[in-house]
């Protein structure tokens, strides 16, 4: 749960009365989840959900697009209906977090916390709006995978135990923030990349859950610095249909069915 290859600190974190909670998506359904279980674990707390969404989409963003909301809506459609019925805060879209306007309705709503899963690179400005922390979840195993599509690229390299979350500190650098949590998923022998994906997600919204009840109860955090110069930081361009059909071939070969084997053999 904790990255203990890292050097460790403790930071307190100021003290309050209210830890108003302030959260970032984009609009994919393992967003809407990480929003509507935030709201059910928090309630009360959660001032604002802000759906961002850009006025144009990259096209390796839109490449696994339609395969992974349908793994999404397999495996957290019925979840995200229920949790749909308790919510108390609906998405506002965006289209610029970083937007002057954006940051001084954020001000406004003066939050302890500012709670963001992937997408986007947000300002300085705006992470210092929270009184707290602002942290992210990251889906990869930082630092070592930080950028996009990271989970498909530990499955590109054979590295299954780094098919992973990680919850960090928000910076203006990309998943470059002090970690707070990290942990790997599940696998299942017959796992898709989207469903890899999607347990990844899973997780790491409960890594976060857990991450913010202990700073609401403590007021103190110990954070774990990432050296900046190992790993690797991926972008969309990086993941070409080269890379997707080597990573299909592998999953079809049994690269999850015999590293389960491997594990649990006795």
Known sequence: MIPAELEARIIDLPAADSCRIVIFTRTELRHDRFALRLQSEFPGLV??????????QDIGYLRCATPQRSVEQRL??????????????????VQN??????IASIKALDPYFILTLGGSIYSK?????ARGLA???????????????TVYWAL???DLPKVSNTIHILTDGMDSGPILRRSSACLAVDDTPESCFARSAALGTELMCETVRELIQTKRARIFGQP???????????????????????????LIRNEIARRTKF
């Not at 977090?97 to 954006?102: A, K, L, R, Y």
């Open 135 to 149: 942290l992210n979840q990251h889906d990869g195993w930082c630092p070592e995978y930080r950028g996009t599509n």
């Open 76 to 93: 957290f459609g019925d979840e995200i209906e229920r949790l749909r019925k308790a919510a108390y805060v609906a998405p506002t879209i």
């Open 125 to 129: 400005a705006l992470c210092a709006c």
């Open 47 to 56: 001032a604002a959900w802000l759906q961002v969404v850009p006025a144009s």
């Open 156 to 158: 590109y390299h054979r």
């Open 97 to 102: 977090p970083n937007s002057t306007e954006v």
């Open 228 to 254: 900046q110069l190992s790993g690797y930081t991926y972008i969309f361009r990086h993941m070409t249909d080269d890379v997707m059909r080597t990573i299909g071939t592998d999953l079809q070969r049994g």
